[in-house]
């Protein structure tokens, strides 16, 4: 398990790095580490001007929770207000379950109007939209990371069913999961990978073994999935 500083280090040098408000949150939207940079206007326009915001802290977090448990993705929810300030959640899972989110309370883009106004008086964080890849790139890798699968059918060795020893262990468990009948939108939910890398593992999976589609797939090599004769790879 990551512990509390570790992650609590992880959101600093997030934050000092693409200068962005990061926080992690749990589900019901209960801060769980120190916030590591605060953002003044969003504080302002609420207080000041009486105005509701209309970003990811505008929305029932129970809400947000729900998008990402049902579609069960690490691409982020971004939103950007009437202000022109953006912000986005991006989930934690374990175990395939939604246990946090990471939250970034607002920025605002470089070629978005006011941006120099906005950081001068309200020290508002402003980003490119290439650095905001860059940035929800890394969070995403780290939240795979984190989601550990816990197996208890699985046995001390790890075993897994194997279709083609020519496959590599990526290619076997999405060859299975097409012998199963998964689509390759159901295999993507299932493996947390994206509908276009899955169809990438298609095309090599078809080319090393020689078949032309999905279906001959099915037909010359699901019989050795079966119970009784069913082959094991130790990872």
Known sequence: MVGKGALQDFQDCFVRDYRVPLL?????????????????FCNFVQSG???DCSGIAAHDI??????FQNRRVFDPLVRT?????????IPVFFNTRLVALWRCDGFVFDDAPHAEQ???KFDLPVITHEELSEATSWLECTCRLLDVHLDPSADSRGA????SPVLTPRENEIAVLVCDGLSNSQIAD???LSEKTVKTHMSSILAKLGVKNRVQLICEYADTLDEDNRQTMVV
């Open 24 to 40: 992690l949150i749990d589900t019901q939207g209960k801060p769980l580490l120190v916030p590591s940079l605060k953002l003044g």
């Open 49 to 51: 001007m009486a105005h």
């Open 62 to 67: 129970a809400a947000v929770a729900s998008y």
């Open 81 to 89: 207000c009437n202000f022109g300030i953006t912000s986005f959640a």
């Open 118 to 120: 906005l950081q001068a």
């Open 160 to 163: 897994t069913r194997i279709l």
């Open 190 to 192: 299932r493996l947390f």
